[in-house]
């Protein structure tokens, strides 16, 4: 088993799903997105063996993994529901 598979195995274990990889806007849109659902949300740095860009170059892929982020999402508990209410 992988690191990745290990975290996310984790990471499951914790009531995480793992979404999907963003950068930028992109990245932006979706955690407001899930927020909007009632989710909480976990970012992740992404790991360059899990996403693959065929076509990149190796500075290239490597800039934008250093950015990307994996979303993991979860349904908000009672605790962060008032933790939310606080901020």
């Known amino acids: 088993m992988s690191a990745t ?9 914790e009531g995480w799903t793992r979404r999907f990889t963003a950068i930028g806007a992109r990245l932006d849109e979706a955690v407001e997105l899930y927020r909007g659902l009632g989710f909480e949300i976990r970012l992740e740095p992404a790991e360059p063996q899990a996403e693959t ?8 892929q490597c800039f934008v993994m250093t950015l990307a982020r994996t979303i993991y999402t ?7 529901d008032e933790l939310a209410a606080e901020r």
Do not use: T
Request: proline content about 8%; hydrophobic content about 40%.
């Open 5 to 13: 598979e290990a975290r996310d195995a984790d990471l499951e274990r």
């Open 53 to 60: 860009a065929p076509n990149a170059s190796g500075c290239a």
């Open 74 to 80: 979860r349904p908000l508990s009672a605790d962060a």
